[in-house]
């Protein structure tokens, strides 16, 4: 079995508005993705909303003991900004809201484990998008704000921060097809500059004003695909491979990472259409303390031209992913099981941003229809992602520093309402009480765990002695 350093995290991650519930609750307001599942032409699964999902704010206590009973190190969740805030302003703090986290932060760190916390996680305060949302200028500052509270309220126990999960989701799926809240299109690239400007905001007030006192780190939790050429003898389909991810992972990385803007080949795509940081302040890049990375499926990527109508994302990227008919699909069309392209990921971001400190905030496999709790290809498929994992750190010399299943609980899976599942633990949405069983996945993902710490502790003691 590979050697993984012996302060690995392993852990588990969960959001928010996925599976809270108490959508109402003692004083919480209403975010974009309340507004979005109540709607009458809502485009989730089945009318499903995120109303109760799996009580987790009734039964935060349970989510303790499944943690306890993985043996995860670390456990990556998100705020609900709006419980905390209900109008998204500072104006009014919900101290019900400040409890609860509160109380779920005491519980990790009385039973040892870390907490990483998410400020946010698709779930814009419906005050703020009634005021623009992601397109206005003025929501960094809010944001930033926000965040400044919590790194107050909460920062005295955290040491490992994300400020938003996803922008490129956020900003392509909510702000350009319209597919998820709050519902918009045709504004991605205004509102993934407004979610740079945020983070960067939030990564200066944090260094300046609670480093020092609290000795955290600060980063954003980025997604891609891993990309390969269709044709790999084509040149013209490893130039569209290189812009997958470039229009991908290099949105939000390059910024980060690289040069404090966007890469050069969005640049000449886009012109200008692409906001400008020139004269913004404070700078972008530098803004990210770890590479924060969720991954979950590859995609062969061919170049291909799409002349007239509308500009759009689609026409600006001209290449387009497929899947390779030998990879295995797990439950949902889009997602094709493919370990082999995290560890090539992670060997790319070691090569193109610098050889940073990496957490794999999220990795995950779904299944739909009737539920297998005996679900193996699950479970070999989290031992088939660390062995990836483990050679990208022993082989490739990739600084991986932990590993986040993606979830802790089966959950409202956005606009795949519950019909898709990729929990560690089953949830009985049938259940008022919700009951949480532990999968096969989750028995074999805690044995994972279990012999990697115990080896670590081995090794520690046999090299000290």
């Not at 599976?19 to 032409?41: M, N, Y």
């Not at 206005?136 to 994300?162: K, M």
């Not at 070691?350 to 496999?365: D, L, M, Q, R, S």
């Not at 633990?425 to 008022?432: L, M, W």
Request: proline share 4%.
């Amino acid at each position: 079995m590979n050697m993984f350093p012996e302060d690995f995290a392993w852990g588990a991650s969960t959001a928010a508005y996925q599976i809270e519930g108490g959508w109402d609750a003692d004083g919480k307001g209403e975010s974009i993705w309340d507004a979005f599942c109540h709607r009458d032409d809502s485009s989730v699964f089945e009318r499903h909303t995120g109303d109760v999902s799996c009580n987790s704010y009734h039964l935060w206590e349970e989510d303790l003991r499944c943690i306890e009973e993985l043996g995860l190190t670390h456990y990556r969740l998100s705020l609900s900004w709006s419980r905390l805030l209900p109008d998204g302003t500072t104006g009014h703090v919900n101290q019900q809201g400040v409890r609860y986290y509160n109380q779920v932060l005491d519980g990790l760190l009385a039973r040892g484990v870390t907490p990483m916390v998410t400020l946010y996680h698709f779930d814009l305060p419906q005050a703020l998008q009634d005021r623009g949302g992601w397109q206005s200028a003025d929501t960094p500052a809010l944001f930033d704000a926000y965040a400044r509270f919590c790194f107050g309220a909460f920062g005295d126990r955290v040491r490992l921060w994300i400020t938003l999960n996803e922008p490129y989701v956020c900003a392509k799926l909510g702000h350009e097809d319209g597919l998820h809240a709050p519902g918009v299109r045709g504004a991605a690239y205004r509102a993934g500059h407004h979610m740079l400007r945020a983070h960067a905001l939030a990564w200066h007030s944090y260094d300046a004003g609670y480093r020092r006192a609290q000795g955290g780190l600060v980063s954003m939790a980025i997604n891609s695909d891993w990309a390969e050429p269709e044709d790999a003898d084509s040149a013209e389909d490893a130039a569209a491979a290189a812009r997958y991810l470039a229009f991908s992972l290099g949105w939000f990385a390059w910024p980060l990472f690289v040069s404090g803007d966007y890469p050069e080949v969005m640049r000449a795509a886009v012109d200008a259409r692409l906001p400008r940081f020139s004269g913004v302040q404070p700078a972008v890049l530098g803004t990210a303390d770890f590479f924060a990375l969720n991954y979950y499926t590859a995609r062969k990527v061919r170049s291909v031209g799409v002349d007239g109508g509308a500009p759009s994302m689609k026409k600006d990227l001209g290449a387009e992913g497929v899947v390779d008919p030998a990879w295995p699909l797990c439950g949902l069309p889009w997602l094709a099981v493919a370990p082999h392209g995290l560890r090539q990921l992670l060997k790319y971001i070691k090569a193109t941003f610098n050889h940073p400190a990496v957490y794999i905030t999220e990795n995950g496999f779904a299944q739909t229809g009737p539920v297998l709790m005996e679900d193996g290809e699950r479970a070999a498929f989290y031992r088939e992602t660390v062995g990836e994992v483990a050679k990208a750190i022993e082989e490739d010399g990739v600084d991986v520093r932990g590993y986040f299943a993606w979830s802790l609980l089966d959950n409202f899976e956005w606009t795949d309402g519950y019909g898709a599942r990729f929990g560690l633990f089953h949830v009985d949405f049938s259940d008022d009480e919700r009951a949480r069983t532990m999968y096969r996945s989750g028995r074999e993902y805690a044995a994972i765990i279990s012999k990697h710490r115990s080896r670590s502790r081995a090794h520690r003691e046999l090299t000290s002695s």
